[in-house]
């Protein structure tokens, strides 16, 4: 009879401890999710303002207005990753008790079950006839006979507690492994957000560096950049046949007019880029060999790749020249395409 007393006790112990839900866990995870969906609705916002700035009038004002709310977003999204990473983490450590305890349990189920499967042996030998004349009267044969009822639907329900046991076993280690794989991501999630959000105060930095705080020199840097933006669109528009393959250093030309301004020194870079020279804002960089001997010295690719002829119309035309700008394109295969203008 102790036996069927320490089964009763255990499946009850276990109903408690391991299905019902604990009110300060239960407090903890409320607590959470109103906080993460708190982080979820600033982020919504910010979301708005982001699209609104973009479609605002370029000016230096909306500009850093724009990369402002766009660092505001990044780091609303780097405080729900953190925040995310940190609400699995306890869960996982949760989950990562409770298999444990599982387990503890599980071993204990099985221990009861064999100590009454050795108990079913030693009984097991005797008959219906054995035990009748074993029995000390029928009020004892009556208590045997249900002894040996409750013995046989206890162990039924050991065997079935061990089951469900070994199921939730099972469910809480597959739900341990898909959080940690949650956490994995998300931790690659916030080093990108990380990494955005560096880039983000570097370009700010930069702006302010290059306008100075100031609008028209942003509007200057605008124009240079549309310049530049409309003469890469030109030549990729007239891109005409294709030379072929090159390698890095090979002669893809001849240069022709290169913009030198006789500079005396035996280097010199002729035409920066951006320079604002009486063409207009120059939109490329323009490079001579250290002596000039005039036109028809090589000009090399400056990597491998496939290279087009291109062509664009010239707003000057210097003696040699003529009034179409001839240019090669070299598609370098990484997303990389480099122009060459000035040829002959």
């Avoid at 699209?51 to 766009?70: M, N, P, V, Y």
């Avoid at 528009?237 to 030198?260: D, E």
Wanted: a neutral charge; hydrophobic letters at 35%.
């Amino acid at each position: 009879m102790r036996i069927l007393v320490l089964i009763a006790t255990l499946i009850l112990t276990l109903s408690l401890s391991f299905f019902a839900s604990s009110p300060t866990f239960a407090q903890s995870f409320s607590d959470s999710e109103k906080k993460l969906q708190e982080i979820q609705r600033q982020i919504s916002e910010l979301q708005s303002q982001l699209d609104t700035a973009r479609g605002q009038e370029k000016t230096l004002k909306s500009q850093l207005t724009f990369i402002d709310t766009q660092t505001k977003l990044t780091q609303a999204k780097v405080e729900e990753t953190k925040f995310q990473i940190e609400k699995l983490e306890k869960e996982i450590t949760d989950l990562s008790t409770r298999i444990v305890r599982l387990s503890g349990t599980m071993d204990t189920i099985t221990q009861v079950l064999l100590t009454r499967i050795v108990e079913t042996y030693k009984f097991g030998d005797f008959s219906a006839v054995d035990l009748f004349f074993s029995s000390h009267g029928f009020s004892d044969l009556f208590t045997r006979m249900k002894y040996i009822q409750v013995a046989q639907a206890n162990d039924k329900k050991v065997l079935y507690q061990l089951q469900a046991t070994k199921a939730t076993y099972n469910d809480q280690k597959v739900d341990r492994e898909s959080r940690q794989a949650q956490q994995e991501k998300l931790k690659g999630d916030l080093e990108r957000y990380q990494g955005q959000l560096e880039e983000q105060k570097k370009a700010k930095q930069e702006l302010l560096a290059a306008t100075q705080n100031d609008e028209a020199r942003y509007q200057s840097l605008i124009a240079q950049l549309r310049a530049e933006q409309e003469s890469i669109a030109r030549a990729i528009a007239n891109v005409g046949a294709v030379v072929g393959p090159v390698t890095k250093g090979q002669q893809i030309a001849g240069m022709g007019s290169t913009g030198f301004r006789g500079y005396p020194g035996d280097t010199t870079t002729t035409t920066e880029y951006g320079e604002v020279y009486f063409l207009g804002t120059h939109t490329g960089l323009d490079l001579a060999p250290r002596t000039y001997e005039g036109s028809g010295r090589a000009i090399l690719a400056s990597e491998n790749g496939i290279a087009y002829s291109t062509s664009a119309p010239c707003s000057l035309n210097i003696k040699g020249g003529s009034s179409v700008g001839k240019g090669i394109i070299i598609d370098h295969q990484n997303g990389i395409v480099t122009l060459y203008w000035h040829i002959l």
